[in-house]
């Protein structure tokens, strides 16, 4: 019995990261997507001229959105825990 439950939570494990890479891949074709569609809006306002101006703005408005996302992201899951620490 126990060699089955080993092989169950073995079974478990496996499907779950499968589910965690999946779910990344996915993530990733979304921000890829977005990435293309963002830097697509910002050759059509800087245009072909200052692209390398345009890349630099991309890359620092994109960094400072994602500081304050990630930011946002973790203030929620440590309200989340807060809350269940005291059920």
């Known amino acids: 019995m126990t060699m089955n439950m080993s092989k169950r939570s073995y079974k478990i494990e496996i ?7 999946t779910t990344a891949g996915f993530g990733l074709v979304a921000a890829l997507a977005w990435n293309d569609a963002i830097q697509a ?3 059509k306002i ?3 001229a200052s692209a390398l101006t345009a890349k630099f703005a991309y890359a620092a408005l994109i960094t400072v959105l ?3 996302i990630t ?3 973790g203030d929620m899951v ?4 807060g809350g269940q620490e005291g059920k």
């Open 15 to 21: 499907l779950e990261k499968i589910s965690q890479l």
């Open 46 to 48: 800087f245009g072909d």
């Open 41 to 43: 809006l910002f050759k």
């Open 66 to 68: 994602v500081v304050l």
């Open 71 to 73: 930011l946002k992201i």
């Open 78 to 81: 440590d309200k989340v825990k």
